[in-house]
T-cell receptor, first 112, second 115 residues
């Protein structure tokens, strides 16, 4: 049973617009949520994270929102740029856990 | 900065052959991990090492063994490769336990095909 779900395999956005990537989870014991970005033939790169005690974290063009009651988080990219085109993975960690649990990823395509 | 280095980058094996995937990190991290990624899937944890001298099973450990050789190196061994082990393998490290304040750093992967 998937504990971290990314239900949209792909998303297409025009340059300059907002990209919103969504993630749902089932385990209320997760204490941190992270977003990773992955280009082809490279490893995932850490993008931004949020603690379960917060509802928003911002870093430049990237903002992550957490809605614990809905067990839902989202990554907003504003403005989107062609270089943002990549696969985005949502991941979660358990309190005192030892590894991350990943979603299947969403492929973002930003067209100029 | 090298970060996490994986060797080899590509490998083709025949069913039944053995192979060791190498991973080294230069960030003085305590924890290291091996994941596999299959098409349309997220990364799934094979084994991890919370600290030098310790290893534990992850979600999909069957058919694999690991060795935490020292603080820098964590190897993954396939004793008798099977076509189901065709995948991209990622090694990662983190300062301590995985989490938002201790993000994992990944290597660029080893693409393994088993015929």
């Amino acid at each position: 049973d998937q504990q971290v779900k990314q239900n949209s395999p792909s998303l297409s956005v025009q340059e300059g617009r907002i990209s919103i990537l969504n993630c749902d989870y089932t385990n209320s014991m997760f204490d941190y949520f992270l977003w990773y970005k992955k280009y082809p033939a490279e490893g995932p790169t850490f993008l931004i994270s949020i603690s379960s005690i917060k509802d928003k974290n911002e870093d430049g063009r990237f903002t992550v929102f957490l809605n614990k009651s809905a067990k839902h988080l989202s990554l907003h990219i504003v403005p989107s740029q062609p270089g943002d085109s990549a696969v985005y993975f949502c991941a979660a960690s358990l309190f005192a856990g030892t590894a991350l649990i990943f979603g299947k990823g969403t492929t973002l395509s930003v067209s100029s | 900065n090298a970060g996490v280095t994986q060797t080899p980058k590509f490998q083709v094996l025949k069913t039944g052959q053995s192979m060791t995937l190498q991973c080294a990190q230069d960030m003085n991290h305590n924890s290291m991990y091996w994941y596999r990624q299959d098409p349309g899937m997220g990364l799934r944890l094979i084994y991890y090492s919370a600290s030098e001298g310790t290893t534990d099973k992850g979600e999909v450990p069957n058919g694999y063994n690991v060795s935490r050789l020292n603080k820098r190196e964590f190897s993954l061994r396939l004793e008798s490769a099977a076509p189901s082990q065709t995948s991209v393998y990622f090694c990662a490290s983190s300062e301590d336990r995985a989490g938002g304040d201790q993000p994992q750093h990944f290597g660029d992967g080893t693409r393994l095909s088993i015929l």
